[in-house]
């Protein structure tokens, strides 16, 4: 099951103000199996989630994945944040998404904790490495005046991110134009760490026509 990747796709517009730090949590627990308190598995998660947070703050990617227990009570984890994050910014963010698994998802044995700047995400099953097509879109419904001039240049912008992410080590593109139109405009896109280039690039490439769908927002962030 479990597969994984996020696409973000985020357009300013002009002097729009969007607070970047403004960071929600967004808790997508998978209802479908659970644990019971105590058990092996939780008791497994628990360490986990307590480890995980640290273990990517102070990596040098801001990347960690690990699985802790013996089968069949295995919990898996990844956890990671965007890398123009200082580790202290990181470790806040992956605590609190931590904090939000525990309360959000309690009994659950998957869940994504998503936000702009982090993602933790664990489950009973090995979902390292494998794409996921599970979606979560969040939107601002402050609509472009002109959906036709946004267009092009939008296009050119995610054409940019989508072919540079999954080159890199981090996963993670962002870029920005000032259109002699639109004005500037900005946009970003990342795939989890433990993607391959060729399943980062499936992936947001895949994302993208669900994502389009968002085209008349002048904020739109596609989580995946
Ligand atoms: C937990 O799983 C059991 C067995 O599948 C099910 O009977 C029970 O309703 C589930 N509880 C919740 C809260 O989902
Ligand atoms: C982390 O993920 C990679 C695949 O991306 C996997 O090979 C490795 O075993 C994982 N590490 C742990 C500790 O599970
Ligand atoms: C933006 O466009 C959508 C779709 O046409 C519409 O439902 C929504 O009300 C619009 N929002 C604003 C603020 O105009
Ligand atoms: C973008 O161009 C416009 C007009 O050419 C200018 O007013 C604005 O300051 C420019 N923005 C940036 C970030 O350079």
Redesign the pocket.
Known sequence: MALIFIAVLLLFFLSEAYDLHKDTILPWCDFSSNYTIPSPFKANLDNLLSSLPDAAANSNNLFF???VGTAPAVA?G?AQCRTDMSAYDCGICLYRSALKAFSQCLMYRSATILSDKCTLRYSDS?F??QISLNFITVQNFNNVSNPTLFIQPLRKLMSEVLSKAPRRVTKFASTSFNDSIIGDIYGMAGCTR??TDAGCSTCLNQALPICWKLVIQKVAECFL
Do not use: E, R
């Open positions: 994945n690990n699985s898996y990844l090995c390292f490495s433990d993607l």
